[in-house]
């Protein structure tokens, strides 16, 4: 139980510096966040296929359904989502991004029911209100950093992030009916880190340009997708989804403590009140 309260945390917090990371290394930077998504892959694929080495053996056993399943939520979650994710952590403050990025739970639901046909829960109607009204809260709590053209990109990118991450979900819920989440990820990253070689090959001239941002990402990388999940899976076999699932959903209300500190990014009242009814809104979808 103890062990399992532990790495629960240690998920949430590790999947808020993995942004507070990437946000440090692509705050205005012009680096090219395909490259960087290439170059943190395999970094990140190593710390997944250790633990599976330590708590599976290493086996990779996948039936066909899973493999497709993986590709898709692969897709869905480690190119689109996460390069909208980048991209919209070039324009806003992390805590703004992170916490409506983090309502892919809402989409996740929803693209759920539309291809399983999964009951919804009476608590979708009054979660979508508290995810909406905190999402406009949060972005704007700081009405002079998001007004204009960049504003609007960044909150363009990362509702677009939130539904992208929701269908990778969605992907990853039906492809875990015929394989274990660990060799589910692991397969998920290999595919990234196929499919992105060849864009890594022909840039690669551009590797020493995006080094300041590349070790930025590749160390909230080695977290956010690495030592993160491996920590989630753990505590989802100690505690279950459910109790699990509520410590990971405090990672927006970490972000936002530890960017002010790390980052020194401002954090008002109303800002907070945004993502706690974001966070709200996620815990009442398990109702």
């Known amino acids: 139980m103890i062990m399992g309260l532990a790495t629960g945390l240690g ?37 997944l296929y250790l633990g599976l080495l330590i708590l599976k053996g290493g086996s990779l056993t996948l039936s066909s359904p899973a493999l497709v399943y993986a590709l898709l939520s692969a897709f869905f979650a480690l190119i689109l989502g996460d390069i909208t994710f980048f991209k919209a952590l070039k324009y806003m403050s992390v805590t703004v991004v992170y916490p409506i ?27 979508s209100l508290l995810v909406i009204i905190g999402i406009a809260v949060t972005y704007l709590g700081y009405p002079s950093e998001n007004a204009g053209e960049l504003g609007l990109k960044g909150l363009a990118y990362s509702l677009i992030t939130s539904i992208s991450w929701g269908a990778s979900v969605a ?13 589910f990820n692991v397969i998920r990253l290999s595919f990234l880190t196929l499919l992105l070689i060849p864009y890594s090959i022909i840039r690669r001239s551009e590797v020493r340009k995006v080094f300041k941002s590349a070790k930025y990402v590749i160390s909230g990388g080695l977290l956010g997708i690495g030592l993160g999940p491996l920590l989630f899976f753990y505590s989802l076999g100690e505690l279950g989804a459910s109790k699990a699932s509520v ?19 401002k954090v008002g009242l109303r800002h907070l009140l945004g993502i706690l009814a974001i966070t709200a809104g996620i815990y009442l979808l398990k109702y």
């Open 11 to 47: 998920a949430a917090i590790s999947f808020s510096l993995a942004a507070i990371l990437y946000r440090a290394g692509l705050k205005g930077s012009p680096a090219d966040v395909l490259l960087l998504n290439c170059l943190r892959a395999p970094f990140s694929l190593t710390v």
């Open 101 to 127: 990025a983090y309502s892919y739970s809402l989409p996740a639901t929803l693209f759920v029911w539309l291809l399983s046909g999964e009951k919804l829960s009476t608590g979708v109607f009054y979660s």
């Open 171 to 183: 992907f990853t819920k039906l492809g875990l009916l015929f394989t274990d989440p660990l060799p």
């Open 247 to 265: 410590l990971t959903s405090s990672s927006p209300v970490l972000t936002a403590l530890l960017s002010s500190v790390l980052l020194r990014e």
